[in-house]
C-alpha cells in the first residue's frame, strides 16, 4: 500500500503540510461533483445525484517534500443556490471553475463565476478553469482555443477535464497545489492534527498515484 | 457474523449503504416490527372508515406512525391536498397534456440524477416518466417556484410512498405551496430566514452546542440547506423521513426544526468533540447512521419530549422577527 502521508520510512514526518480551502463552482450538471467523486474516491458514476447546498470532501496531496491537504467545497450548480455561494469560496485559497464542452451556455457562466470570484474573493485566490466531459469532444462545442485564450488573459489554470476517463484530474489538483504559496500561515493550521487528520479523506487509490513521488 | 437477513434493497427500492448498519437495524427492526402490527391493528379499528378528521387522538396516531398502506389517502387528507384538488380549477391530465411538449431541460438532466441508486428509478422507465410529468407540471403551474432542484427528491420520494403520479402532484403542491415556508423562490428568503430561526432555538435550547459552532465558525447553511431543501429526503434513513413526513403533513413546518433540533442534540457529544469545520462537517454527513436516528420511533418520540416549546405559533413569531 502506498504510504498516502509525509511519513517516512523512519517515522519521522518530512516537509510541511499544508491545508487548503478549494470550492467547486460552475453550473448544474458540468461534473462539479463527480470531478471531486474522481479525485476524491478514484469512481465515477454515469449518474451522480444533483447536489443540494453543499458537499464537502477532503483529499491529500504530497507535492515534493510538502503534504498538501484539500478541503474541498463542491456547490450546488442551480442558479437560485447562488447567494449561498461566497460562504464557500470566501476565505477560500483556490478555486476550479468547471464548465462542460458541449455546451457553450455553461463557458458563459463560467465566466460569471470568474468574474464574482476576481471581485469578491480573496485577491490571490487561485483559479482554475475547467472544460470538463472531454470524453465528450465529438460533441464538443467550446473550443479549446477559446478557452485558453480566455484563461491566459485572466491569469487562470486551464485544463480540459473528464472525470469519465480520469484524465487531468488528478493534474488540475496538483496544478493548483504546486501554485499555491505554502508558507508559514498555512503549514501551521494544520500542524497540530496533523496525525488523525491525514488519515481521513485520503482513501482514493488513484490520488495516491501522484502522491509522494 | 452470519450474513444480515436484511437485504440490501430497503421496500423503498433504496440500496442500503457501505457504512449501513445491519446490527443496529436488525435490533431495531426486532422490536419495530411488533409495533408496526401493533399500531395497524390499532388504526384498523380506531379509523375503520378512513375518514381521519382532524382530532387529538387522529394527531396522536400519526405521531406514533401511519400504517405504510394508509399513507397515501391519510396524507392526502391531513394535509388538505384532497381539498386542494377537490377545490381547485386545475386538472393535473390536463394540465399534462398541455405541458407536455414544453420541455424544462434542467428537469429532464435531474431526472436521473434523481436517486440513481433506487431500483424503482434506476430499472423502470415508469418511475422517470411520471418524474418529469410532476415536477414539469408543478413549474409550469407554479411560476414564482418554476423548478427549484431538491423538489425532484421530494417528489421521487413521494412517489415511492404513494405509488401514484397525481397524488405525488398535489402532495407536491401542498407542500410547496400551503406547508413550507417560500423555500423554493428564487431568492429562497424561506430558506435563509429558517437557518436563522434555527441559530436562535439552538442558542436558546443547547447553548454549549451553539457556542461551539460559532467558534469552529460552520454558517448554518453549510450543514443544514439540504435538511430543510429536501425536508429530511436523502438525509435521513428513508423509513425515519415518512415517520417525520406524516407530521410534517399534519402539524405543518414546525417540525422540521424540531427535527433539526433532536438530530443535534443527539449528535450533542459528537459535535463538541470536533475541533475544526472539517471534523464538525463529517459529523453533519454522517448523522443517518445513528442508532436514534435508524430508530425512526424513538427518534419521532425524542423530537416531540425534547422541544414541547416549539409550537407553531412559536416558530412563526421567530420566523416574522427573522423575515428577509
Known amino acids: 500500500m502506498a504510504n498516502r502521508t509525509a511519513q517516512r520510512p523512519n517515522g519521522q514526518t518530512q516537509g510541511k503540510i499544508c491545508q487548503f480551502k ?50 474541498i467545497w463542491d456547490t450546488a450548480g442551480q442558479e437560485r443556490y447562488h447567494s449561498l455561494a461566497p460562504m464557500y469560496y470566501r476565505g477560500a485559497q ?70 469519465k476517463t480520469a484524465m487531468n484530474v488528478n493534474d488540475i489538483f ?40 | 457474523m452470519a450474513d444480515s437477513i436484511y437485504s440490501k434493497v430497503d421496500e423503498y427500492g433504496f440500496q442500503r449503504g457501505e457504512d449501513f448498519d445491519y ?28 375518514k381521519f378528521k382532524r382530532s387529538g387522538i387522529l394527531k396522536r396516531f400519526i405521531r406514533k406512525g401511519i400504517p405504510a398502506d394508509l399513507r397515501t389517502i391519510c396524507w392526502m387528507t391531513v394535509s388538505g391536498a384532497e381539498r386542494l384538488k377537490n377545490e381547485s380549477q386545475l386538472n393535473y391530465q390536463l394540465l399534462k397534456l398541455k405541458y407536455s411538449h414544453q420541455v424544462i431541460e434542467v428537469i429532464q438532466i435531474d431526472l436521473p440524477r434523481t436517486f440513481p441508486d433506487n431500483i424503482y428509478f434506476a430499472n423502470n422507465e415508469g418511475y422517470s416518466d ?77 447553548p454549549q452546542i451553539h457556542r461551539h459552532i460559532q467558534n469552529i465558525g460552520m454558517p448554518w447553511a453549510m450543514g443544514t440547506t439540504k435538511w430543510f431543501i429536501c425536508i429530511y429526503a436523502d438525509v435521513l434513513p428513508t423509513e425515519t423521513v415518512l415517520r417525520v413526513w406524516d407530521c410534517l403533513f399534519y402539524e ?11 438530530l443535534i442534540r443527539i449528535h450533542k457529544e459528537a459535535i463538541l468533540q470536533t475541533s475544526d469545520l472539517s471534523e464538525l462537517m463529517s459529523v453533519f454527513k454522517n448523522m443517518k447512521n445513528h442508532p436514534r436516528v435508524i430508530d425512526c420511533h424513538g427518534f419521532i418520540r425524542d423530537i416531540f419530549n425534547l422541544s414541547s416549546k416549539l409550537s407553531s405559533n412559536r416558530i412563526e413569531k421567530l420566523r416574522l422577527k427573522h423575515q428577509k
Open chain 1, 94 to 163: 483556490a478555486a476550479i471553475v468547471v464548465y462542460d464542452i458541449t455546451n457553450q451556455d455553461t463557458f458563459g457562466r463560467a465566466k460569471t463565476w470568474v468574474k464574482e470570484l476576481q471581485r469578491q474573493a480573496s485577491p490571490n485566490i487561485v483559479i482554475a478553469l475547467a472544460g470538463n466531459k472531454q470524453d465528450l469532444a465529438n460533441k464538443r462545442v467550446v473550443e479549446y482555443e477559446e478557452a485558453q485564450s480566455y484563461a491566459d488573459e485572466n491569469g487562470l489554470l486551464f485544463m480540459e477535464t473528464s472525470a
Open chain 2, 23 to 50: 446490527r443496529v437495524y436488525g435490533i431495531f427492526m426486532s422490536e419495530y416490527i411488533r409495533t408496526l402490527t401493533r399500531r395497524a391493528q390499532r388504526w384498523n379499528v380506531v379509523f375503520k372508515d378512513n
Open chain 1, 22 to 71: 478549494l470550492v467547486l463552482l460552475g453550473e448544474s450538471a458540468v461534473g462539479k461533483s463527480s470531478l471531486v467523486l474522481r479525485f476524491v474516491k478514484g469512481q465515477f458514476h454515469e449518474y451522480q445525484e444533483s447536489t443540494i447546498g453543499a458537499a464537502f470532501l477532503t483529499q491529500t496531496i504530497c507535492l515534493d517534500d510538502t503534504t498538501v491537504k484539500f478541503e
Open chain 1, 174 to 213: 496538483l496544478a493548483i497545489a504546486k501554485k499555491l504559496p505554502k508558507n508559514e500561515q498555512n503549514t501551521g493550521q494544520a500542524g497540530n492534527a496533523q496525525g488523525r487528520r491525514l488519515t481521513e479523506g485520503d482513501t482514493g487509490p488513484k490520488a495516491t498515484g501522484n502522491c509522494c513521488k
Open chain 2, 252 to 262: 405543518g413546518s414546525k417540525i422540521l426544526l424540531r427535527v433539526a433540533l433532536a
Open chain 2, 130 to 206: 411520471m418524474l418529469y410529468n410532476i415536477l414539469s407540471v408543478f413549474a409550469h403551474q407554479n411560476s414564482e417556484v418554476g423548478y427549484c432542484q431538491g423538489l425532484n427528491y421530494i417528489a421521487g420520494l413521494l412517489l415511492l410512498a404513494t405509488k401514484h403520479e397525481m397524488v405525488t402532484f398535489w402532495l407536491l403542491k401542498t407542500l410547496v405551496e400551503e406547508i413550507l415556508p417560500k423555500y423554493y423562490i428564487r431568492t429562497m428568503t424561506g430558506l435563509l430566514t429558517d437557518f436563522d430561526v434555527l441559530n436562535e432555538i439552538v442558542q436558546k435550547y443547547e
